[in-house]
């Protein structure tokens, strides 16, 4: 286990913490990302979030081409493979080149269930020794010819003979590859230690197709089988996989074997494998799972808050799903070279460094959500997507969608609630989604995926937040107690296997009460319900009218930013028309109760209020409220009068939602900017936080200086007057406090807007906390960045 710093440490590097701090907020004039670091760095999962193309050019194989037929299934593999790292002291026999390669050997266990001739498997880039693959059946051997077909990645294993159905076939292959520089498959990492020398390790990266880079095998989600992991590493290494450790040997040559458990029945994008010379911390949960979190030597402390995080997360997911963790382990790996934010590898989850390290003499509070919140993804990961998974990538929302949402739940346990993931959801995967889902690049959930590409394009905002957003809409529609006892029986109907979105809606319906009633009046059909949602892209803007004193009539559209884009022509014409049935959660001005009523996807919804109403309340569902010119102006003047009658997610929704309607041309632009005038009252970050996003939107669509003084002096009027929290010292003495977080985020964020308006006294004060804490604690002759180490 690490040690804590010591209090001569932690003031060395507060003194350090506090300079960044003041340089950082300089250099904030320039670089204006800080109030938006988690809207634009939203980085988790498997890919980079990022918004795909509206066309598609790519000229490569089908997604058909590429599929696996259905009469060979995998049981269990057996895969012992070596890996040649260099610098570790093993020597090569004379004319072998070996060093960064690896030699491997794979015996699978098959059923087979219909008559065949020929066995197909995944493969790309691997190099066979087809003299010594075998096939047999019954024990009895039958001559087998290979065929690589790089095109489509496959390889065939042609057999002499018609083989009958059987769960008695065994194929052994023999073969080796490199370890690759395209952080795919099996590849090589490099990092410098504090001695100043490289170092190397191996690492797996197999989502979505790269499993067949390393092994072949049936590398789709639906050919789930367990596996027997055993890695031989060069001595001075350490190797890790899937299973527990079962068996270590030296054999001699400067090479050890370890064997590890035989994993649970998995998708073969899930295994994991990772050769280093890493050090771990370690804990154990309440229910005995044993967790180490890994990272390169000199970052060692850098992983305790992690470990904490991990552990405490991992036992709330045990609660929260009512299903222990199936594995004797969990393992945590910071990568110091990794595409992704994190991979959810069953008992071996890999992240990339700044995703999983955390020292809080160097980092800032907003570092330690984000770490919060991606092992909460990942471990969220374990029981959705790899305990059940789904069948096809055209559902991976079921996957990332249901741990998207349970990262927010997940986070809130980690921090004790300090970081109001329920809250900072509206603000971050809402906001992200409606924005994404409004533009014409965007694809329906549930999607036909026709060329290979598209399998790694549906790692994107739509799959993740929108599915994430949809999700936790049909919890609030059926309430958290029902959806929570749904998804037990979801998972323990399909754990080991794989699942679709039907699946998953007929689990929720077959344990769905009576009295959950549907916009007909009859219990919630779930399918009539949820696929409109799912299957078609978009999602609708509710706009809200005054027909008479007490009425006011809602009516639907699809939202779309800019009318004349056109989306993918697959997608053009649903057979929903782009209409929804909505759960629609509104609130009167001046009362404090959210009501819920259900609008028809072919009829306008009344609601009978004196008052004005807002859409959405709470920012419970998944679509946009608009108002007429005369209710957008009743509500701004109620709202300026007491902007505490709305919970923040509410007055997040008005904001986000007034802009949108602007953005659109919907509305004039002096409607959101009035609504802002409110901001004087406002002392919550997560308002703010939205308000300052769009601002600095509107922003860029100024392009004259004149037009930008102009702006700048009108909004940093509006700042200057607000009484949440600017001051310097309080950020640099509270940056620390968990319970402290949203007010020293308000407090940044605000302070860096005010320089970037154009505050005078901005300037001068971040030099004079720059003088007080850097320069004035230096030594005569001591350079500078010497006294901030």
């Known amino acids: 286990m690490g040690h804590p710093p010591s209090k001569q440490s932690l003031k060395r590097y507060s003194i350090r913490s506090i300079a960044l701090l003041a340089i950082c907020i300089l250099l904030g004039v320039i670089i204006t990302a800080f109030v938006t670091w988690?809207?634009?760095?939203?980085i988790y999962g498997t890919e980079e979030r990022h918004v795909p193309s509206a066309k598609k050019t790519d000229t490569g194989p089908s997604a058909s081409d590429l599929i696996l037929p259905t009469s060979v299934y995998p049981i269990n593999y057996d895969l012992v493979i070596k890996t040649y790292l260099p610098g570790f002291g093993y020597k090569e026999k004379r004319g072998e080149n070996k060093s960064l390669t690896f030699d491997?050997?794979?015996?699978?266990?098959?059923?087979?269930?219909?008559?065949?001739?020929?066995?197909?498997?995944?493969?790309?880039?691997?190099?066979?020794?087809?003299?010594?693959?075998?096939?047999?059946?019954?024990?009895?051997?039958?001559?087998?010819?290979?065929?690589?077909?790089?095109?489509?990645?496959?390889?065939?294993?042609?057999?002499?003979?018609?083989?009958?159905?059987?769960?008695?076939?065994?194929?052994?292959?023999?073969?080796?590859?490199?370890?690759?520089?395209?952080?795919?498959?099996?590849?090589?990492?490099?990092?410098?230690?504090?001695?100043?020398?490289?170092?190397?390790?191996?690492?797996?990266?197999?989502?979505?197709?790269?499993?067949?880079?390393?092994?072949?095998?049936?590398?789709?989600?639906?050919?789930?089988?367990?596996?027997?992991?055993?890695?031989?590493?060069?001595?001075?290494?350490?190797?890790?996989?899937?299973?527990?450790?079962?068996?270590?040997?030296?054999?001699?040559?400067?090479?050890?074997?370890?064997?590890?458990q035989t994993t649970p029945r998995m998708s073969s994008y899930l295994l994991a494998i990772f050769v280093s010379e890493f050090e771990y911390n370690e804990r154990h949960t309440k229910s005995g799972v044993r967790f180490r979190v890994w990272s390169r030597p000199e970052e060692k402390n850098s992983t305790v808050y992690a470990l904490e995080a991990g552990v405490k997360c991992l036992e709330f997911f045990e609660n929260y799903y009512n299903i222990p963790f199936p594995l004797a382990k969990q393992d945590m790996v910071a990568v110091p070279d990794f595409a992704a934010g994190a991979m959810e590898n069953w008992g071996l989850i890999t992240y990339r460094e700044d995703s999983l390290l955390y020292d809080p003499r160097i980092y800032t509070g907003a570092q330690k959500r984000r770490v919060a919140v991606v092992i909460a993804h990942e471990l969220a990961h374990q029981w959705f997507g790899n305990l059940v998974t789904l069948k096809w990538w055209n559902d991976l929302w079921l996957n990332e969608g249901f741990a998207t949402l349970a990262e927010y739940l997940g986070t809130d346990e980690i921090s004790d609630g300090n970081f109001r993931m329920n809250e900072w959801f509206t603000m971050d995967a809402l906001w992200i989604a409606l924005e994404a889902d409004s533009i014409a690049s965007t694809h329906p959930m549930t999607f036909q995926i026709d060329k290979a590409i598209e399998v790694l394009d549906s790692f994107d905002y739509i799959t993740y937040l929108k599915g994430g957003s949809v999700i936790s809409m049909l919890r609030k529609t059926i309430g958290e107690d029902n959806f929570n006892t749904a998804i037990n029986h979801y998972l323990n109907e399909h754990?080991?296997?794989?699942?679709?979105?039907?699946?998953?809606?007929?689990?929720?319906?077959?344990?769905?009460?009576?009295?959950?009633?549907?916009?007909?009046?009859?219990?919630?059909?779930?399918?009539?319900?949820?696929?409109?949602?799912?299957?078609?892209?978009?999602?609708?803007?509710?706009?809200?009218?005054?027909?008479?004193?007490s009425t006011i009539k809602v009516e639907q559209k699809r939202f779309k930013l800019l009318k004349s884009a056109m989306e993918e022509e697959k997608y053009r014409n649903p057979k929903w028309g782009f209409k929804w049935d909505v759960p629609v959660w509104y609130q009167s001005v001046?009362?404090?109760?959210?009501?819920?009523?259900?609008?028809?996807?072919?009829?306008?919804?009344?609601?009978?209020?004196?008052?004005?109403?807002?859409?959405?309340?709470?920012?419970?569902?998944?679509?946009?409220?608009g108002y007429s010119t005369e209710l957008w102006q009743q509500i701004i003047k109620l709202i300026k009068e007491d902007h505490l009658q709305f919970s923040t997610q509410t007055r997040v929704r008005l904001i986000d939602d007034s802009f949108a309607g602007a953005n659109a041309g919907l509305l004039n632009y002096s409607i959101p900017l009035d609504l802002l005038?409110?901001?004087?009252?406002?002392?919550?970050?997560?308002?703010?936080?939205?308000?300052?996003?769009?601002?600095?939107?509107?922003?860029?669509?100024?392009?004259?200086?004149?037009?930008?003084?102009?702006?700048?002096?009108?909004?940093?009027?509006?700042?200057?007057?607000?009484?949440?929290?600017?001051?310097?010292?309080?950020?640099?003495?509270?940056?620390?406090?968990?319970?402290?977080?949203?007010?020293?985020?308000?407090?940044?964020?605000?302070?860096?807007?005010?320089?970037?308006?154009g505050d005078s006294s901005c300037g001068e004060n971040m030099v004079k906390l720059f003088n007080k804490e850097v320069i004035g604690k230096c030594d005569s002759g001591r350079i500078l960045s010497e006294c901030s180490q």
Not at 611 to 621: C, E, F, K, W, Y
Not at 698 to 718: N, P, Q
């Open 495 to 549: 754990k080991y296997k794989n699942a679709e979105a039907a699946d998953l809606f007929n689990a929720i319906a077959a344990m769905l009460p009576d009295d959950v009633r549907g916009p007909n009046g009859a219990k919630l059909n779930m399918t009539e319900f949820s696929d409109p949602w799912t299957k078609q892209l978009g999602y609708p803007l509710l706009t809200a009218t005054r027909v008479n004193s």
């Open 38 to 42: 988690i809207i634009g760095n939203y």
């Open 590 to 625: 001046g009362s404090k109760i959210i009501e819920m009523k259900w609008m028809k996807s072919n009829e306008p919804l009344f609601i009978h209020s004196e008052q004005p109403v807002i859409l959405n309340a709470d920012s419970n569902g998944f679509y946009r409220g």
């Open 677 to 757: 005038m409110y901001l004087k009252n406002e002392q919550d970050y997560i308002p703010w936080s939205g308000a300052l996003q769009r601002i600095r939107e509107l922003d860029d669509k100024y392009g004259t200086v004149r037009e930008k003084d102009s702006f700048h002096k009108f909004f940093l009027a509006l700042s200057l007057k607000t009484p949440a929290k600017k001051d310097v010292d309080f950020v640099s003495k509270n940056y620390l406090d968990d319970k402290k977080f949203f007010d020293v985020s308000a407090a940044q964020g605000l302070i860096l807007n005010d320089c970037f308006m």
């Open 104 to 260: 491997a050997q794979v015996i699978i266990q098959l059923n087979i269930t219909k008559t065949i001739r020929k066995i197909i498997l995944n493969s790309l880039d691997l190099r066979f020794s087809e003299s010594k693959c075998t096939f047999t059946v019954d024990g009895q051997p039958v001559g087998v010819q290979l065929e690589v077909n790089k095109d489509f990645e496959k390889v065939f294993f042609n057999l002499d003979k018609a083989v009958e159905p059987t769960d008695k076939a065994v194929l052994k292959i023999v073969y080796n590859g490199d370890l690759r520089t395209d952080m795919a498959g099996l590849y090589q990492t490099t990092y410098t230690n504090v001695k100043g020398e490289q170092k190397m390790a191996a690492v797996t990266q197999m989502e979505p197709i790269s499993a067949r880079n390393m092994v072949p095998c049936f590398d789709e989600p639906a050919f789930k089988a367990s596996w027997t992991v055993t890695v031989i590493h060069p001595t001075g290494t350490t190797a890790i996989a899937n299973g527990m450790e079962e068996k270590s040997e030296d054999l001699g040559d400067n090479f050890i074997s370890s064997k590890f």
